[in-house]
């Protein structure tokens, strides 16, 4: 992930069979606490297992916030079963910008032959 985020932060990944298939960042500023997952689908099952990893490296965090997108049902789900409860919804806005390359020549790629 790109984007800044203010206070303590950690980032984990979850990998399975030499392949990374899970995200989590916490961070913790002035008592409150953030967390945010990604799973891939074929690791649903450890959405749980690393939803509480999280919050048991937020240990003090008097509160604690979750942005959960609408598409991510599973981790509304996971979060529902652990107390959490809607606040606001959100919305992502998207400014796309291309900048033309400068660099006219071509190159070649290897490619190894089996």
């Known amino acids: 992930s790109i984007e800044a985020v203010k206070g303590d932060v950690q980032e984990f990944v979850l990998v399975r069979e030499d392949s ?29 297992r690393l939803v509480d990893f999280g919050l048991s490296r937020l240990g003090t965090a008097k509160v604690v916030y979750c942005l959960a997108p609408e598409y991510q049902v599973d981790l509304q789900s996971v979060l529902k079963l652990r107390g959490f409860g809607e606040v606001a919804d959100y919305v992502t806005l998207v ?20």
């Open 20 to 48: 990374a298939t899970g995200w989590l960042r916490i961070s913790k500023r002035s008592g409150t606490g953030l967390i945010e997952a990604v799973i891939h689908p074929d690791d649903v099952s450890e959405l749980s």
């Open 95 to 114: 400014k796309t910008m291309t900048v033309r390359g400068s660099q006219t020549e071509r190159f070649r790629a290897t490619v190894p032959s089996i």
